[in-house]
């Protein structure tokens, strides 16, 4: 459940090697013989333009040819590809279909393809559209990952590195369907849209058709839960369960409890990771590109489940990640709901935040001011739990965090979250009010603003009737016809504002100097080296299942050598034979996203 970042929106800066490289003459059409004609499709190109263009297609055919599998990538690499990594480590044969793997190159090459006109970089982003496609789950979805060895490589890999990934949850039950998190299935089809609207390419249409008809198809029907979309779909069970707390290794407070307290949380209705808005923001990209009003029903029954699932008893008023989407245990359906075991039932003041932006935005989209009717309740709530003083001074992962993470139904108390152990053997997560001690992979406080959000209802509240009127004949629910999506989508995310009629989604202003440094940067290597923030053990087995009474992993990314979680090679643990290490210089596809962004930006810039 990693979120995903846009890199520019800043300006911030093997054996089977063979198998990943080179032109598949079965995917390739006549435009692209091109590549073999040096600056064939540029030559109209000019100076410092030119240079531009040529440093964009050497890095864009070396990640093709070389990096890439089969036109499919991880996140990062080693520069020799003896080591590759999405989320955790990858097989060579393997694509990340999670941000920023295979689907944030695939944007970032069609903008190349709109800056330069260069049909050899066109094709670099036909074939990953075309891995995209081989990678696409027969439902019409995407699983975080794909191997191209097959299913068999694939449940190995479940069964070893996912398998021993202690924090890593998602990644330890194989259930062989589709995901709709961290945004992998909504950009990657995102990806096939553009794909579809560049040439009208036939052999991309049928899988855009079923991954439209997947979004709709894993819509809840009915009840409470109407218009709300699970994690994963179709339905399947886990196949292995998280370890229970041992009694004997957690203390005996008040409030301690286990998470995964409703079960398999990948068929709640999700909103971790804002998975409501980004399914809406892809079919009114439909909507926009393709003309298909017949999708608008599923984007107003969507915007009314965010709405309806706001849960208020007492004064607490908000969202958890996740809501029952039917009755479960004697709590109703709608009710926030745990997720995995260290995601304990609550509501979450971040996911409160995200879904009172949408709120805005679902208003900007209909002008129905029913849609912030409940913005002032949940900003109250939001008001009344801050993380004290204290507890910012006592624990500094939160020292600059405004709110805890979760707040316990009913108490309106923080719950913060510990681990035990040294691995996913013989440790686990528990959860309790002490504020101590808690896991530095995923954060106990987080950074709301409830001025900014107070400010934005108050602006939206004051909007004239003709204002209002105007905002929602430019609306994409009121698309009369088919038009142009943002010309770039790797430079800055595209969301709701810039699907607006009339809007300009500006590009980032790059000098002339700051382009010649991308291109200096690139040298005769053909690639861009970035440092590496992460690295893992490799898989040696699974873990010991003797109890591990110490304290060296609870709050850190990694456990002991068996744990397959990332962490930062200069801050290991303090046990377990680590030692620090500096930070490995590699090829990143979010360094890469980066650069060639830099150099869209400076070759065909989107004014405002």
Not at 383 to 404: G, K, W
Request: charged share 20%; glycine share 10%; proline share 6%.
């Amino acid at each position: 459940m990693k979120r995903r970042t846009f890199v520019m929106s800043g300006l911030a800066p093997a054996a089977l090697a063979a198998c990943g490289g080179g032109s598949d003459a079965g995917l390739m059409g006549a435009t692209e013989t091109a590549a073999d004609v040096p600056g064939a499709g540029i030559g109209h190109l000019q100076g410092s333009v030119r240079d531009a263009v040529l440093a964009m297609r050497r890095a864009v055919q070396h990640m093709d040819e070389n990096v890439s599998f089969q036109g499919g990538y991880v996140w990062d690499y080693l520069p020799d590809l003896s080591r590759t990594w999405g989320e955790m480590e990858a097989r060579r044969s393997m694509c990340w279909i999670q941000p920023p793997g295979t689907p944030s190159v695939g944007h970032a090459l069609i903008d190349a393809w709109h800056a330069s006109g260069d049909p050899v970089i066109y094709a670099a982003a036909r074939r990953t559209a075309m891995a995209l496609v081989a990678a696409q789950h027969p439902s019409g979805g995407w699983n975080y990952i794909h191997d191209f060895a097959g299913e068999a490589s694939l449940r190995d890999w479940y069964d070893t590195i996912g398998k021993n990934g202690w924090r890593l949850e998602e990644f330890q039950h194989y259930y062989g369907n589709a995901t709709f998190d961290d945004a992998g299935t909504a950009v990657a089809s995102q990806v096939l849209l553009r794909m579809v609207l560049e040439k009208r390419e036939k052999r991309f249409e049928a899988p855009l058709n079923r991954a439209i008809q997947f979004v709709l198809d894993a819509q809840f029907k009915g009840g409470v839960a109407d218009g709300g979309w699970p994690q994963r779909f179709p339905a399947a069970n886990a196949v292995t369960q998280m370890p229970a707390p041992n009694p004997q290794q957690i203390p005996q407070t008040p409030g301690v409890r286990q998470g995964m307290e409703d079960g398999d949380y990948t068929r709640h209705v999700t909103f971790n990771d804002d998975v409501a808005g980004e399914n809406i923001k892809f079919l009114l990209m439909c909507v926009i590109g393709l003309g298909r009003v017949d999708l608008l029903p599923a984007v107003h029954r969507a915007m009314q489940c965010l709405k309806r699932l706001q849960w208020t008893e007492g004064v607490q008023s908000g969202w958890g990640l996740q809501h029952l989407a039917v009755a479960q245990d004697g709590r109703p359906a709608g009710a926030p709901a745990g997720a995995r075991s260290y995601e304990p039932r609550s509501l979450a003041t971040h996911t409160t935040q995200t879904n009172i932006q949408q709120l805005f935005n679902y208003f900007r989209l209909t002008g129905d001011h029913s849609y912030l009717e409940g913005v002032p309740r949940a900003l109250a709530w939001l008001d009344s739990v801050p993380l004290s003083a204290q507890q910012r001074a006592e624990n500094p992962l939160i020292a600059s965090r405004s709110h805890p993470t979760f707040v316990e139904l009913g108490t309106n108390k923080a719950l913060f979250v510990h681990r035990y152990g040294s691995n996913i053997h013989n440790g686990a997560y528990y959860v309790d009010y002490d504020h101590r001690n808690t896991p530095s992979h995923y954060s106990a406080g987080r950074s709301v603003n409830t001025s900014t959000l107070r400010r934005t209802y108050n602006e939206l509240m004051a909007m004239s009737s003709a204002q209002v009127a105007d905002m929602v004949a430019r609306s994409p629910l009121n698309a009369s016809a088919p038009r142009a999506l943002p010309r770039y989508f790797s430079l800055r995310e595209v969301d709701f504002p810039d699907l607006f009629a009339g809007s300009v989604m500006a590009s980032p202003t790059v000098s002339e100097a700051a382009a010649q440094s991308v291109i200096a940067d690139l040298g005769d290597k053909n690639y861009w080296l970035t440092t590496l923030s992460a690295t893992t053990n490799r898989y040696i087995g699974d873990g010991p299942s003797t109890p591990y009474a110490g304290t060296a992993y609870r709050s850190k990314h990694v456990g002991d050598r068996h744990d397959t979680s990332p962490y930062d090679p200069l801050d290991p643990p303090a046990e377990g034979d680590y030692a620090p290490q500096p930070r490995a210089l590699g090829i990143s596809t979010t360094g890469f996203v980066s650069n060639l962004g830099r150099l869209i930006a400076y070759v065909a810039p989107v004014k405002g």
